[in-house]
T-cell receptor, first 110, second 116 residues
């Protein structure tokens, strides 16, 4: 089946690193994504990783993929207050279908 | 990135009325548009996929007569919630994609529907 799980909440101090975790069940995923949603707004694509990659780094963002364990993580270095939002991981299971995780609310405090 | 708009951003209606939500791609041609529903503190659930000029494909459990989707042009898709009831209250988000199936989906800002 298709199921994507995330922890609900993460609180970090400004300047620290944040790590948001995601587990998925469908081994046929081709791409995995991280989206950011600010209050009352739609989703903004942050980064993505192809399923045959282990790691991808993009400025402050690092994505790690453990395909064996079906585990995806997003590390945000030097977390800022502007990073406070809900973060969704998503897997592409068919050409056109994205399955979204439950979302992790990241709160950054000074 | 490409811009997708939704209108209205927020709507309140009485039970039994119909509500139309528009999704527009402002600076690209959207061959495919997607409609999602998001309940409070929950994830996005795909409702339907629509390709320009053809009928929408609905996900299992989504009533096509309840949620009418029209993708009449390459820049506009509409979702009409017919005979709305309080349980239809939700955040509806559209996304749009141009070209190939692995191209990025660009998301609209969402529409908050409240049915009294």
């Amino acid at each position: 089946g298709e199921d994507v799980e995330q922890s609900l909440f993460l609180s970090v101090r400004e300047g620290d690193s944040s790590v948001i975790n995601c587990t998925y069940t469908d081994s046929s995923s081709t791409y995995l994504y991280w989206y950011k949603q600010e209050p009352g707004a739609g989703l903004q694509l942050l980064t993505y990783i192809f399923s045959n990659m282990d790691m991808k780094q993009d400025q402050r963002l690092t994505v790690l993929l453990n395909k064996k364990d079906k585990h995806l993580s997003l590390r945000i270095a030097d977390t800022q207050t502007g990073d406070s939002a809900i973060y969704f991981c998503a897997e592409r299971v068919l050409a056109d279908k994205l399955i979204f995780g439950t979302g992790t609310r990241l709160q950054v405090f000074p | 990135g490409a811009v997708v708009s939704q209108h209205p951003s927020r709507v309140i209606c009485k039970s039994g009325t119909s509500v139309k939500i528009e999704c527009r791609s402002l600076d690209f041609q959207a061959t495919t548009m997607f409609w999602y529903r998001q309940f409070p503190k929950q994830s996005l659930m795909l409702m339907a996929t629509s390709n320009e000029g053809s009928k929408a494909t609905y996900e299992q459990g989504v009533e096509k007569d309840k949620f009418l989707i029209n993708h009449a042009s390459l820049t506009l898709s509409t979702l009409t919630v017919t005979s709305a009831h309080p349980e239809d209250s939700s955040f509806y988000i559209c996304s749009a994609r141009s070209g190939g199936t692995y191209n990025e989906q660009f998301f609209g800002p969402g529409t908050r529907l409240t049915v009294l």
